[in-house]
């Protein structure tokens, strides 16, 4: 599957952003998907995931509370709403998805496609 992630920016400290990702083909429902995101220097780390029936999400230990996931079936898309925003949530986000996975993951090596990276730069 081929993804594309849009949504990335500069924002302000406590401002707000929302991640889209595009999946090709269609039906984002056929795959379990997620985010994950990587600061210059840093290991990547897992952001968000959501399994493929959308019943279920999990979000990293940092983003918790201020991010959500959500899936648009009519569009095909997978959204992240990230609220109150820091300076260390800067970094390249990207979207996962693999059609083999029910459930989702937090390790990366579980999801066999990855979008090409959108920057999200908060400054304090």
């Known amino acids: 599957v081929q993804l594309q992630a849009s949504g990335g920016g500069w924002v302000q400290a406590g401002g707000s952003l929302r991640l889209s990702c595009a999946a090709s083909?269609?039906?984002?429902?056929?795959?379990?998907m997620g985010w994950f995101r990587q600061a210059p220097g840093k290991e990547r780390e897992f952001v968000a995931g959501?399994?493929?029936?959308?019943?279920?999400?999990d979000y990293g230990d940092s983003v918790k509370g201020r991010f959500t996931l959500s899936r648009d079936s009519v569009k095909d898309t997978l959204y992240l709403q990230m609220n109150s925003l820091k300076s260390e949530d800067t970094a390249a986000y990207y979207c996962?998805?693999?059609?083999?996975?029910?459930?989702?993951?937090?390790?990366?090596?579980?999801?066999?496609?990855w979008g090409q990276g959108t920057l999200v730069t908060v400054s304090s």
């Open positions: 996962v998805a693999d059609s083999t996975r029910w459930t989702t993951s937090r390790r990366a090596s579980d999801f066999n496609s």
């Open positions: 083909p269609p039906k984002p429902s056929n795959y379990a």
């Open positions: 959501i399994s493929r029936s959308g019943s279920s999400t």
